[in-house]
Nanobody
């Protein structure tokens, strides 16, 4: 059974930083494509950043230059370093694993950026 456990969310002032972590179990992590998504109140869940098994990354335009996705296969963890946070980054952030033909979501972690 695949499980994803996220941590690192919280309340931060605009301009501040947070680092989200997502630790996976039940999969061969090193071959999974891992992604971070966010969902603000009243909006659809959307992609923030993604990293594949080769370390290739992709970001939504609104976070380029501010957020960095990375992975540590030794500890089955994907990270999202979030710098220069803005109030519009406020959302629940979800980790997603795509592994073979299956997709698993984490439970989400709240990020709130105050102005």
């Amino acid at each position: 059974q695949v499980q994803l456990v996220e941590s690192g969310g919280g309340l931060v002032q605009a301009g501040g930083s947070l680092r989200l972590s997502c630790t996976a179990s039940g999969i061969t992590f090193r071959i999974a494509t891992m992604g971070w998504y966010c969902q603000a109140p009243g909006k659809q869940r959307e992609l923030v950043a993604i990293i594949n098994r080769y370390g290739t990354t992709n970001y939504v335009d609104s976070v380029k230059g501010r957020f960095t996705i990375s992975r540590d296969n030794a500890v089955n963890t994907v990270y999202l370093q979030m710098n220069s946070l803005k109030p519009e980054d406020t959302a629940v952030y979800y980790c997603k694993a795509d592994y073979y033909l299956s997709t698993t979501w984490g439970q989400g972690t709240q990020v709130t950026v105050s102005s």
